[in-house]
């Protein structure tokens, strides 16, 4: 039997679709004929969502959504539902940020802002996205609570992934990032928590936790990031990075009807990660 992936009648969100592993992530859905919502924060990603459509013949367009702010994602939410006529099938939370700092040189700031985009964001996309799918207000104004989604019969057939990381699940080193690994293993949890509320729904929700990936940061002529680069090499059994178009291709797999898409799969934190977690 020959497994094809076909995500032509899909329309997948992907925060921080531009660059890095969400920009594999995009290019290996859009290679699969999804429709594609991107999001960026600073840098213009309408380019991008432009040349996806030309190598691949889908449709894609760039969304500028800062994933910390609830109202902006609320109104990212709706802007794409409001361009492509219909509501969003996959959800890739992937946006992210990093800060290698010593605990006790970070300040609040610091600490805050690495919880705000890389816990709180995913958080809210998915948020906004249950409701949309509810048929609730997506705004964060009216007030919904009253809403008992328990006795809510419907099978959405709706999927959330989140993009976490063995950070998570590890206390990396020889760099210090407390507040990262913490915001990781925050959210990682906060999928557990999401996917059983919201299971009976027949919405999905699970993280993969990739290991080391190389990217521009992991690639960086800087001295001190090429002597850790080496030791993360050393540390990880299959003594190489992954590459972000395997990733990308991994998640086109893990979100595919291939896998489940029934729904029995979710809950599901997978890790990704050459071995590194089982020393």
Known sequence: MTITLDYSAKLILITGGGRGIGYAIARALASAGGTLAITYTHTDASDIAKALCEEFGVVAKAFKCEASDSKDTDRMVQDVEACFGKKVDIAIANAGVALWKDAHAMTDDD?????????????YLSRALVRSWLDLPISVDPD???????????????QILVVSSISGLVAMSPQR????NASKAAVTM?????????????ITVNTISPG???TD??????????????????????????????LGKFVALLVSDQQGGWGFFTGSDVVVDGGYTTL
């Open 217 to 246: 940061m992991t690639t960086s002529d800087d001295p001190k990031l090429k002597e850790w680069s080496r030791e993360w090499n050393y540390r990880t059994p299959v003594r190489k990075f992954a590459s972000a178009e395997e």
């Open 144 to 158: 919904v609570s009253q809403v008992d989604i328990k006795s809510i019969n419907k099978t959405l057939g709706k």
């Open 111 to 123: 600490f805050r802002r690495l919880f705000e985009v890389n816990t709180y964001g995913p958080y």
């Open 212 to 214: 080391y990936v190389a």
């Open 190 to 202: 906060l999928s557990k928590s999401l996917a059983e509320e919201w299971a009976h729904l027949g």
């Open 177 to 180: 990032q407390a507040a990262y």
